[in-house]
């Protein structure tokens, strides 16, 4: 698909506000459950995964039409990989969603009376996180390009706010799944933060769950149908 580069212009500031409300959601609905039930980590965890999985489907409603609501480097890559946008496109898209998850962060911040910027101090890259992250990154990706590929890719503001809300439980990571969003939450020392030495981790674990995912798609699904 080839843009012009207004269209491309529109694209980015999309997928750059989208990022932004996502990494938002994420961070301040962290920064809430913690205030609104201190000390217990499965409920702060179950609040911070409900919105986030419908934060996700409404932005993914929206963004959709105009920029396919990526968010999400990986996303953005496998989309050029099998021929959905142009490898110009996908590399720009990369900086406006890293950017805008910092942009996010720093508003969740603000909005909860923290420091505008503060460097997260929470450690998360063990072993089984990093395979967690793997097995998370590949999962949103199939779930995202197997329903596009099938035809049925109007179910997916609802599969991705859905399986996102799951895996936040069945991985120990609380699944990332997203390179940007890792860089946002170095940002905010909070409940949904990752320190700075966890990053690299994550960001590799991810691409690899990505490349894996790209290669099970292109195996089970190898043509594009139509919806019926």
Do not use: D
Not at 53 to 76: D, E, K, Q, R, T
Not at 84 to 97: L, N, R
Not at 122 to 135: Q, T
Not at 163 to 177: D, E, K, V
């Amino acid at each position: 698909m080839s843009f012009s580069s207004t269209n491309l212009t529109r694209r980015l500031l999309g997928e750059l506000l989208g990022s932004a409300f996502l990494s938002a959601i994420v961070i301040g609905s962290g920064i809430a459950a913690q205030n609104l039930s201190p000390g217990n980590v499965g409920l702060e965890l179950l609040e911070n995964a409900l919105v986030t999985g419908a934060g996700l489907y409404v932005l993914i409603l929206v963004f959709g039409p105009l920029s396919g609501a990526h968010f999400n480097p990986v996303v953005s890559l496998v989309n050029a990989a099998t021929g959905g946008m142009s490898w110009f496109a996908a590399v720009a898209y990369i900086p406006a969603q890293v950017i805008g998850c910092v942009l996010g962060a720093i508003g969740a911040n603000v909005m909860f009376s923290l420091q505008w910027i503060s460097i997260s101090t929470h450690h998360r890259a063990s072993g089984p996180h990093l395979f967690a992250e793997v097995v998370a990154t590949l999962g949103l990706i199939l779930v995202i390009f197997a329903l596009s590929r099938n035809g049925h890719h109007a179910h997916t503001p609802a599969a991705v706010g859905a399986y996102i809300t799951a895996a936040y439980f069945f991985t120990s990571s609380t699944s990332f799944a997203n390179p940007a969003i890792a860089v946002g939450r170095i940002f905010s020392n909070t409940f949904a933060g990752i320190a700075p030495a966890s990053v690299g981790g994550f960001v590799l674990a991810e691409l690899l769950g990505g490349a894996a995912a790209l290669g099970l798609l292109l195996y089970l699904f190898p043509t594009t149908k139509e919806p019926a």
